[in-house]
């Protein structure tokens, strides 16, 4: 059975500051992992996407990497802002299960 | 409307009350699901359909009940429940759940069980 895990369970940064969020999975066999973004009360936004083919996808300030042989996935944050402040979901797709395990994510507080 | 819809937003229900939640999405897609997200818990699968078919049932208590009478549409009729069933229910779709694509989300429905 697909286990994730997200380390660590809160941060809490200053403005400004580059971070970097961690994932880990013990199914390497995969075939892709999402990052989301959940706010507090709302519905999750997909940040990143990456194929198991890839080593990692960046859209704007945000770059995922994926090393599969570890089962390990970081999100890093360049330049944080205080409209990052969220809780951050790594979510691994397919195995044997076809379907995605999420963890219990990183809830993130940018402070002004 | 664009992308993945739930209504409502926000219920309250007591134990004998029945009641459904509705998810629908405008993206084409042919695979849907219910998640379940408890306080301090990660999300749950519930249900998946693909292309109208119940495809998984991960081992949820008959008194949630999904129906999905084509793929943009979604229910989950909701009856005797319990109060630990109160939690955040989320809508996904995605193109096809071979090879697991994209997943979109709804907003939610926050359900409150008295």
């Known amino acids: 059975k697909q286990e994730v895990t997200q380390i660590p369970a809160a941060l809490s940064v200053p403005e400004g500051e580059n971070l970097v969020l961690n994932c880990s999975f013990t199914d390497s066999a995969i075939y892709n992992l999402q990052w989301f973004r959940q706010d507090p009360g709302k519905g999750l936004t997909s940040l990143l996407l990456i194929q198991s083919s890839q080593r990692e996808q960046t859209s704007g300030r945000l770059n995922a990497s994926l090393d599969k042989s570890s089962g390990r996935s970081t999100l890093y944050i360049a330049a944080s802002q205080p409209g990052d402040s969220a809780t951050y979901l790594c979510?691994?797709?397919?195995?044997?299960?076809?379907?995605?395990?999420f963890g219990s994510g990183t809830q993130l507080t940018v402070l002004p | 409307e664009t992308g993945v819809t739930q209504t409502p937003r926000h219920l309250v229900m007591g134990m004998t009350n029945k009641k459904s939640l509705k998810c629908e999405q405008h993206?084409?897609?042919?695979?849907m699901y219910w998640y379940k997200q408890s306080a301090k818990k990660p999300l749950e699968l519930m249900f998946v359909y693909n292309f109208k078919e119940q495809t998984e049932n991960n081992s949820v208590p008959s008194r949630f009940s999904p129906e999905c009478p084509n793929s943009s549409h979604l229910f989950l009729h909701l009856h005797t429940l319990q109060p630990e069933d109160s939690a955040l229910y989320l809508c996904?779709?995605?193109?096809?759940?071979?090879?697991?694509?994209?997943?979109?989300f709804g907003p939610g429905t926050r359900l409150t069980v008295t």
């Open positions: 993206l084409g897609h042919n695979a």
């Open positions: 979510a691994v797709g397919g195995g044997s299960a076809r379907q995605l395990t």
């Open positions: 996904a779709s995605s193109q096809e759940i071979i090879g697991v694509y994209e997943q979109y």
